[in-house]
């Protein structure tokens, strides 16, 4: 049974309800994820981890229950409390996300890709992109920065994804079966180089992931099932 | 040795039973640290084969009845299955063989041997010296080896080994004679949950906790990666997909418990 504290966690989940018409994906969840944890999020397909993602990163708002968000130096908020405009303003500043196909911009090129956040959140050009190839170099893709994703392999293209999911220093990063689409060799070097990169900055990081090999580079996982968490887990007050 | 009416302790217990026209020997075994024997379970016998089809069968450590007995660690079999629940994949090289092996390259001390075998296969799990020279006496006995005489080595052993022609034989055969797949499908946590069932105790919790001991070592072996030569990374990976699928496994039966509990309570 793993005893989690709420003191040093960034967030915090009460009572999670979420639903989809009749379907009951989340059953009044409670979770908290420590200041720069990595955290495995497991379960069946349908379970509601991809939802409780959701709600912890502000995507959705939960229909009961509350997420708090304690960023350091600053006050903690309710996130399943704030309006819309500024949750997305939150997910840009204080978020990252990388999911299972990149998804990245076919029409631009590696670097720009990776630059988004960052000009989004109003950095200039030339230092958005002197960023960007910076970190795409650490990720292994010198000189790929002009290339369009369409001409990268599924592994490099997955690096840009991270590349761009870390490029503005988030504070939490949420990954959805972040190397789910990749053979094992290309999953291991992602990783690899995802995990390098968080535990130097203390990135917080909330995976969803399938694959226990994956949730092994987890400090620790929970599992979700029906919509609550598995047994051996339990939150203090 | 306990409640011999139990299946559940029977399943725990350190005990070889072996089938003797429908007789149970007892039979004194080592197995890692742990001695035993036992009486007998015909009603614990006759549950498991109805279930399993077979007994269980600890392994007996670094093969005492010869070089083609089974492999080191704690692994259990039930019948002609094994299973690697309890070292949740530790390595399951087979010592002898593999000392054997490493000795048909060139002739060798003991010494030098234990810190080879050590390098390449000993990761956690380095082989004590007098399991080695109990090896190599057996391996002497069974004439796979023989002494060379009194040369000085690096160590305080100071005999010299070379392997026979019968010895390269035996590691020739070792190396391509296939091992068993899907040695595990019959597992100790298998009958487990199975007994837990029977026993009406919560199996759901059973699998829960060994998962967790499962991403455990998945965590450990993941580590022992980092900054590992590539022998070592490859080794790491062997465990972590046989953990993996284990993981399926337990994942898998968790979501069909309700199942299993109705097919044994009609059974």
Partial sequence: MSTISTTSSVLSARGLHHSFGQTKALRGIDLDVQRGEVLAVMGPSGSGKSTLLHCLAGVLVPDGGSVTYRPAGRSPMETSALGEPKRARLRLTDFGFVFQFGQLLPELTAADNVSLPLLLAGTRRPEALRRSTELLERLGLNGMGTKLPGELSGGQAQRVAVARALVASPAVLFADEPTGSLDSLASENVLTLLLELVREAGTTVVMITHDARTAAYADREVIVRDGGLGAGYRVTA | ?267
């Fill in chain 2, 1 to 267: 040795m306990g409640d011999s009416s139990s299946p559940a302790l029977f399943l725990q217990s350190s005990a070889r039973l072996e089938p003797d026209g429908g007789q149970l020997r007892t039979r004194r075994f080592h197995s890692g640290n742990r001695h035993g024997t036992v009486e007998g379970y015909a009603e614990s016998k006759k549950l498991l084969r109805k279930f399993f089809g077979a007994v269980p069968v600890p392994d007996q450590g670094l093969d005492p009845g010869g070089i083609t007995g089974p492999r080191h660690g704690r692994i259990c079999h039930i019948g002609s299955w094994r299973c690697g629940m309890h070292s949740v994949y530790r390595w399951g090289v087979n010592n002898s063989l593999a000392l054997l092996g490493l000795l048909s390259r060139q002739p060798s001390y003991g010494y030098d041997l234990k810190h080879s075998y050590d390098r390449y296969f000993g990761t956690g799990k380095a082989l004590a010296f007098g399991q080695v020279y109990s090896t190599l006496a057996r391996m002497v006995r069974d004439e796979l080896i023989r002494a060379l005489g009194g040369e000085t080595g690096s160590g305080p052993d100071r005999k010299k080994y070379e392997i026979t022609s019968a010895g390269q034989v035996k590691v020739h055969e070792w190396l391509f004679t296939p091992d068993v797949p899907s040695e595990s499908l019959q597992s100790n946590l298998f009958a487990k949950t199975v007994i837990a069932l029977l026993l009406d105790d919560d199996a759901d919790r059973l699998l829960d906790v060994q998962r967790s001991e499962h991403m455990t070592r998945m965590r450990e072996l993941t580590r022992l990666k980092k900054d590992a030569d590539l022998m070592q990374v490859l080794m790491c990976d062997h465990g972590l997909f046989h953990i993996e699928a284990d993981l399926r496994w337990i994942d898998l039966t968790g979501a069909r418990l309700t199942q299993l509990k109705k097919e044994l309570q009609s059974a």
